[in-house]
């Protein structure tokens, strides 16, 4: 079964950490990387940059336009995730709790089954 075990960012509470509490937390994420790639289940991960990086583009009549944002009114959003294959929910769970982000005060890690996935590597042959 895939999971991808989601890390959501609250920049407060990020701030609100001392610098070795979060060297902390971003070194925990070594171990974990270690951990799952020893154990097969590691099948890719990915760290986004803030938001404030981020850009929208919209397609309007045929036309697309490309807007800095997204400046949502959220105190949250997606800061990276890991796509894993295990064998059951319960041990995404146990994943999810090796992540060192559900181990900070406001945050967690979101699992969610994967439903349907497709990779650069179905692409056909030109």
Excluded: Q
Excluded at 6 to 21: A, G, K, Q, V, Y
Excluded at 69 to 82: N, T
């Amino acid at each position: 079964m895939k999971f991808l075990l989601i890390m959501h960012m609250n920049p407060r509470i990020w701030e609100s950490l001392t610098e070795d509490e979060r060297n902390e937390v971003m070194k925990g994420h070594d171990g974990f990387i270690d951990t799952i790639r020893e154990s097969g289940e590691l099948l890719g991960t990915t760290g986004l940059a803030d938001p404030t990086a981020s850009a929208v583009v919209r397609v309007r009549d045929g036309v697309p336009a490309v807007s800095d944002g997204p400046y949502l009114e959220a105190k949250e959003y997606l800061g990276g995730y890991y796509l894993v294959e295990c064998a059951s929910r319960d041990r995404a769970f146990e994943l999810a709790a090796m992540i060192p982000d559900a181990s900070v005060e406001g945050l967690g890690v979101e699992v969610r089954p994967v439903v349907f996935a497709a990779g650069a590597e179905a692409s056909s042959a030109g």
